[in-house]
């Protein structure tokens, strides 16, 4: 089984400056990472996936994240962020270890972007 | 495009009531999911199920039932309601096929609060 950590809690951020949000992730085997969104009181969407190729994926609303194997880290990241970007941010891991392929979640980043 | 539908979006349940959180998608998908989300502590896994007939646990079914009589449809069960199931349900349903990399697309969520 795998664990995800993500390292903070909380990043305030001011408009327009860039952003980084970290997650860790433990595993044995080859993994699958996701970065997901949830905006107040609704339900969650994908940000960008890394499944296999490529380390630098793109996602949409201008995200992008990288896989390093070697630092077991997949970080988001966003060269300018807007107010709207104000959101609850998660990383997930699945692998072929998991129950019917479910996702294993960090605990959730708060990223509150401010004029 | 509906995608996942969970209703109700909002419950407020008494110690000892039951109630069935109803979740439905009209994607096709196989793949089924149950997560409650606490607080500071991301998505965990309730249940789970890979096909009509076919559920299973996840990290945290105590005090839940699940039932898949149609791909469509995936209840979940309360029986003896108990203020440790204060939390937001989440609904999901993976692309046709499963698979590890598969992309899970969420319902709005509902919240419950056991009083």
């Known amino acids: 089984a795998q664990s995800v950590t993500q390292l903070d809690s909380q990043v305030p951020v001011f408009e327009e400056a860039p952003v980084e949000l970290r997650c860790n992730y433990s595993s044995s085997v080859s993994v699958y990472l996701f970065w997901y969104v949830q905006y107040p009181n609704q339900g969650l969407q994908l940000l960008l996936k890394?499944?296999?190729?490529?380390?630098l994926v793109k996602g949409i609303n201008g995200f992008e994240a990288e896989f390093n194997k070697s630092q077991t880290s997949f970080h988001l990241r966003k060269p300018s962020v807007h107010i709207s970007d104000t959101a609850e941010y998660f990383c997930?891991?699945?692998?072929?270890?998991?129950?019917?392929?479910?996702?294993?979640f960090g605990k959730g980043t708060s990223l509150l972007v401010t004029p | 495009n509906a995608g996942v539908t969970q209703t109700p979006k909002f419950r407020i349940l008494k110690i000892g009531q039951s109630m069935t959180l109803q979740c439905t998608q009209d994607m096709n998908h196989n793949y089924m999911y149950w997560y409650r989300q606490d607080p500071g502590m991301g998505l965990k896994l309730i249940y789970y199920?890979?096909?009509?007939?076919?559920?299973d646990k996840g990290e945290v079914p105590n005090g839940y039932n699940v039932s898949r009589s149609t791909t469509e449809d995936f209840p979940l069960r309360l029986e003896l309601a108990a203020p440790s199931q204060t939390s937001v349900y989440f609904c999901a349903s993976s692309t046709p096929g499963g698979g590890a990399g598969n992309i899970q697309y969420f319902g709005a969520g509902t919240r419950l609060s056991v009083l």
């Open positions: 199920s890979v096909g009509a007939g076919i559920t």
């Open positions: 997930a891991v699945s692998d072929n270890s998991n129950s019917g392929y479910a996702l294993n």
């Open positions: 890394y499944l296999s190729g490529s380390t």
